[in-house]
C-alpha cells in the first residue's frame, strides 16, 4: 500500500505529530508498504530531515494560502498514485480541499478527527462550530470511507454528529521507557507530588478545575500536596490568573510549584520523581503527555474528556472524575487514602498494561488493518 499522511505537521508539538512519527516509522520498515507525508504548512528544513530520517517523502504547501486542485497537484507529485489518504484533524480548510479532489478522483480518504468533534469541544467557539459543520464538515466526513476515533467516548460524540457506517476506535501509542532517573529534583517524599506537563492553558486543561479542587480541600490536607506545572504558559491571561490565584490564597504559595517548559531528560525526571500525572482537561484527542506519564509507570488522574477513561477503566491505573470542582475534590481526597507504595503499585500496572496493548508497533498494525479494509472499497 502506498498511504499519504495528511497534517499540520509541528515538530517539538503534541497531538498529531507525535503520534504520526512512530507510525511512519514502524509501517516504513515493512518494505511492502510506504508512508508518505503532506503538511499544510509551508517548508521546514527540520522537519524535512525528520521526515526523511523515516524514509518518507515530505510535502508542503508552496504558499501561505488555501490550497487550489492545481496547488494540491504541484505539492504532491503522483497524486493520483496513492492507494489512501489519512487526513488528520477536521477544522482546516486545506484538509476538506484535498478530501474533495480525492473523493473526485475515487481514492478514497479516513479521518481521524483528534477529539475536534467531541462534545465539549464544540462548546467552544460554538457558533463558528455549528456554521462550519453545517457548510463543510458534514460532506467531508460522509465522504470518508472511514472515521478514526481514539475512544468509545469520541466514538458516541461523532455518531451525535453523523451516523457513519465505519467508525474504527484505535489510541494512541506509547513508547515505553525503563526509569533512569536519580531523586534529585526537589520534590518532596512526605508530600503526594500531583505533575502536570503540558501547554498552561487554564480553561482548556482544567487547570482552573485542579487548582480550585486544591483549595476546597480542609487546610490540614491541601498541605499534602504539591502541584507541579510544567510547561509554557498559552499566553499572557494563563500567567496572570496563576499568579493573582496565589496571591489571593497565600496556602498556594507551598502548594504550586511553577517549573516552565522543560524537554528531553529535563522533562522525564518530572515524571520519574511526581507520585500521580493530573489532567483534568475540559476536551481533548488524547493528550501525549498523560501517555508519556504511563510509559514511564505513573499512576494517572484524568476526566473522560481527556479520552483516556477507556485506557484507566482496562489497565486500572488510576482515577477518573468529572471535569468539575467537587468531583476533583473527592478525587483527591480519595488519592490521599493510597500511600506511597500503592500508587506505585497502579503505576506499574497501567506500565505493564500499556506494553501489551499500547506500544507503537501494536498500534501501527492496527494502523495497517484498518487501511486495508478500505483500499480498493
Known sequence: MKILEVATFKLGACGPTEVLIPIIKNINIENE????VFSTLTFDEKKEKKIKSLNANYFYK???KILSKKEIVAAIPDFETYDLIHIHGVYNIDNIMIAKLAYQMSIPYVITTHGNLMEESLQHSKIKKKAALFLFIKKFLSHAECIHALSNKEKKDIEKIIKHKNIEIIPNGIELLENSYKKENGIKDDKISLLFIGRIDIHHKG????I????????????????YLVGPYDGHFDE????SKIKENPILESVIKIEGPKY????????EKADIFVHTSRYEGMPIAVLEAISQGLPILVT?????????????NGFITSANVKEVEKSLIELNTFNKMELRELGKRGKNWASLNLSWNIISKKYLKMYSKYVGD
Not at 207 to 210: A, F, H, Y
Not at 212 to 227: A, M, R
Not at 240 to 243: G, L, T
Open 207 to 210: 487547570i482552573d478545575i485542579l
Open 304 to 316: 473522560p474528556e481527556t479520552n483516556l477513561a477507556d485506557i484507566v477503566e482496562q489497565s486500572k
Open 33 to 36: 508498504h510506504s508512508v508518505d
Open 62 to 64: 508552496q504558499k501561505n
Open 264 to 271: 528531553g531528560n529535563e522533562k522525564e525526571v518530572y515524571y
Open 240 to 243: 496572570e490568573y496563576i499568579k
Open 212 to 227: 480550585d479542587s486544591l483549595l476546597s480541600l480542609e487546610e490540614n490536607l491541601i498541605e499534602k500536596y504539591e502541584l
